[in-house]
């Protein structure tokens, strides 16, 4: 038998409204703070969210280290919105060198994934000088691990030689699937 192109693309056309590639899906940043502990080792000069439309919400960070770092682990933590936000899944302390040469564990590897084409920071270690995220927004595509609707917060705490410098926490919203929603 052969394949029926109107049945092709009717069976593609009814793919992609179902499985998210289409503006069913809202993944957007709502809030962004940095905050430095050590402004002798990192200064934040920018850090700031653009709203481009309803959807699309533009994350622009720039910082400076001001002496390399070479000894660097992050804490990270996914937490999620429930009255007030509660842990949820996510809570791994990285070595940020180790993690930038051997691109694990995987799930810090999604995270990466999300922002690598945006920011300068997609080097080995040391880290010197200016860091920039430049007009970072979410791509649902590249969130290739299915997590339900809801409002998150992702916490990054920054550590050089062990001692806290400085948190990038940043809220998002995902909302799956807006047809059902309503
Ligand atoms: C702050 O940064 C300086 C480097 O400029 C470093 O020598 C010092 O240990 C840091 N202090 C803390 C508490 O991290
Ligand atoms: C890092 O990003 C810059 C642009 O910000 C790019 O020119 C460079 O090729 C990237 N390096 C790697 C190793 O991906
Ligand atoms: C970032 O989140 C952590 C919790 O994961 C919190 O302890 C810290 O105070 C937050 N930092 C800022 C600047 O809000
Ligand atoms: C990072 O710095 C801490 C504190 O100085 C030290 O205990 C640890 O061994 C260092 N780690 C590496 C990989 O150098």
Redesign the pocket.
């Known amino acids: 038998m052969r394949a029926n192109p109107f049945a092709c693309v009717f069976f593609g056309v009814w793919i992609a409204f179902h499985f998210g590639l289409n503006d069913a899906v809202i993944f957007k940043f709502t809030n962004f703070v940095c905050e430095s502990?050590?402004k002798?080792?990192?200064v934040f000069q920018n850090c700031r969210l653009k709203a481009l439309s309803r959807n699309k919400v533009l994350f622009n960070m720039k910082g400076t280290v001001?002496?390399p770092a070479t000894n660097i682990t992050l804490h990270i933590q996914v937490l999620k919105r429930a009255n007030g936000y509660k842990p949820w899944l996510v809570d791994v302390h990285v070595d940020a060198c180790r993690f930038l040469r051997k691109r694990s564990p995987p799930v810090v590897n999604l995270i990466y994934g999300l922002f690598k084409e945006f920011t300068n920071i997609n080097h080995t270690c040391p880290f010197m000088g200016p860091q920039i995220v430049k007009d970072f927004y979410l791509k649902p595509e590249l969130l290739r691990l299915p997590i339900p609707t809801g409002d998150y917060m992702l916490t990054m705490q920054w550590y050089?030689?062990k001692?806290?410098?400085f948190d990038t926490n940043v809220s998002f919203m995902f909302v799956e699937d807006l047809i059902n929603r309503n």
């Open positions: 502990y050590n002798s080792w990192f001001l002496h050089f030689d001692k806290i410098q």
